[in-house]
């Protein structure tokens, strides 16, 4: 082996989610300034991260965050809670309820 590291498909892994728009935020410097958040009118806190209540909502109807976008520079452990518990709250706001696991809130904050 020379040390570089390579990605093979795994056969019968691909699954598609339909969905009208789908936000990846990656990295870790929060949300860039462009014509997608600008386009959606969505307010910033004061960090410039996007403003979102307890339950991962903007101020935009229907618009979720979590992650970097919402809670800032983070780690990526945090992302992927804040993605499962933004899940379950979007899931009870088209269901009325929801069976997915929650396991942090927009303000949690890490252990000390």
């Known amino acids: 082996m020379d040390g570089r590291m390579s990605f093979d ?7 598609d ?7 990846l935020a990656m ?3 929060g949300p860039e300034r462009n014509e997608l958040i600008d386009g959606l009118g969505v307010e910033l806190d004061q960090r410039g991260n996007v403003k979102r209540n ?6 935009v109807e229907d618009v979720f965050v979590c992650g970097d976008m919402g809670r800032g520079q ?11 518990s ?7 706001l088209f269901s009325g309820s929801t069976q997915l696991h ?3 809130t927009p303000t949690s904050v890490p252990l000390r």
Do not use: Q
């Open 27 to 29: 990295g870790f410097t």
């Open 54 to 59: 307890e339950e991962f909502r903007t101020t």
């Open 102 to 104: 929650s396991p942090v």
């Open 86 to 92: 933004c899940a379950a709250a979007v899931d009870r």
């Open 9 to 15: 498909p795994v056969e019968d892994s691909v699954e």
């Open 74 to 84: 983070s780690l990526i452990v945090w992302a992927i809670a804040e993605g499962r």
């Open 17 to 23: 989610f339909p969905a009208d728009l789908v936000f």
